[in-house]
């Protein structure tokens, strides 16, 4: 049996204007709801984080309680949790080309317990054992602080892993009938091909690609000599369909739902806790990556690219102002330390849009407002005036 397992990440940074969440709430958020409302047998893992949660609770039509619904009653929703504020973990370790030797894993620590506290209140979520790390962003120091606040499993790319084992079997590339971990820890792969495949639209008819995705994975079976159950995960926004994509749940996901349940017999959906529990575990290292790395020397190219300058001034001001963090605070500069360095800044300038990049910065200057200790605010000062120069 073919288990096909969908994520979908859905979020909106804390400074999303809130007419453009608005619209991608019913372009998108609303159309996912009705559509699991409407097809029980359609299994769904989804990350939401609170900036998000924050923005839609209050809008029309339910969507916290009808999506507390499918999680609780219908056990379709598996949620997987994620950081509060879309933090890139990997980059909150210590950053050498600053000179900052300081460890921020407590801020990672932070922003899973903000968002477990979330999916408590809204979702009833209690039972959550995986990660989705931002960007799939993954740094095998992640692993021992997942582990010790208890969770089994967090996703990673397969992309980097695949080129780091050119030189093994075609079938140990990418594993399919068996979990990577790391210290007994799962480390599931989303895959690239497929996942961007539907992102990029290289497919536009759901029900073909289904047909054809559940027969490529039988053929890779039967070449690779494979018995027993196999896994894919295709992972991608869940903004990709209506709101990037015009009329994708029409002519793309649920004709897609539809081919997989009209071959029932050799495929199924199922939720990525599933395949952690279903499939064995092999000990392997997990090289660093995200769903964006094509360089396995530049594993975060689109936020700490070395040769981009902006990458550089907004690191080294997020590494300057965590020195003033603490952790069991609730002051007005620890929430903004809690919710200012989201990855979409690094990553809208990366595309060019540093128009949008620079929504930081108000966020940023509130931070500089807010620091006493003289060095630290001269450091912050700079990198901010060069952000804003960067950006205009």
């Known amino acids: 049996m073919l288990k096909i397992v969908v994520l979908l990440h859905v979020y909106q940074p804390p400074t999303q204007v809130s007419y453009k969440t608005e619209e991608i709430y019913y372009q998108s958020y609303l159309p996912h709801l009705e559509m699991l409302e409407s097809r029980p047998e359609f299994l769904v893992s989804i990350d939401i984080p609170l900036s998000l949660v924050d923005q839609i609770k209050t809008l029309p039509k339910g969507f916290t309680q009808r999506l507390n619904r499918l999680h609780r009653l219908n056990r379709q929703v598996e949620f997987v949790n994620t950081s509060a504020y879309h933090y890139l973990f990997p980059l909150l370790f210590p950053y050498e080309r600053a000179g900052l030797g300081v460890s921020y894993e407590r801020m990672i620590e932070k922003q899973l317990e903000l968002n477990k506290k979330c999916y408590q209140e809204f979702f009833e979520a209690e039972n959550v054992t995986g990660v989705f790390p931002p960007e799939m962003a993954f740094d095998s120091r992640l692993v021992p602080i997942f582990q010790r606040l208890g969770y089994k499993w967090c996703l990673a790319c397969d992309d980097p892993f695949k080129k780091s084992r050119l030189d093994f079997p075609e079938h140990e590339r990418v594993p399919q009938n068996w979990v990577p971990s790391m210290n007994d820890f799962g480390i599931i792969l989303r895959s690239r091909e497929w996942s ?123 590494h300057h102002a965590l020195r003033m963090w603490d952790p069991d605070s609730s002051t007005a500069l620890n929430q903004l330390l809690e919710k200012s360095f989201y990855s979409c800044t690094p990553w809208l300038y990366s595309l060019g849009k540093g128009g949008v990049a620079r929504w930081c910065l108000p966020l940023f200057k509130q931070i500089i407002d807010y620091t006493t200790d003289p060095n630290i605010k001269i450091a912050l000062e700079f990198h901010h005036n060069e952000m804003d120069r960067l950006t205009r």
């Open 196 to 318: 961007d495949a539907i992102s990029f639209e290289k497919y536009t008819n759901g029900y073909e690609f289904g047909h054809y995705l559940i027969n490529s994975q039988l053929n890779w079976k039967e070449r690779c000599q494979i018995s027993g159950d196999t896994y894919i995960v295709i992972a991608m926004d869940g903004e990709t369909f209506g709101h990037h994509q015009e009329n994708a749940f029409r002519r793309f996901l649920i004709p897609f739902f539809d081919a997989v349940m009209s071959r029932k017999s050799v495929c199924e959906f199922a939720h990525l806790s599933d395949v952690y529990e279903s499939f064995p575990r092999t000990e392997v290292v997990i090289p660093e990556g995200t769903w964006s790395t094509a360089d396995r020397s530049n594993p975060y190219p689109l936020w700490r690219d070395p040769g981009v300058e902006f990458h550089t001034h907004w690191n080294l001001f997020m």
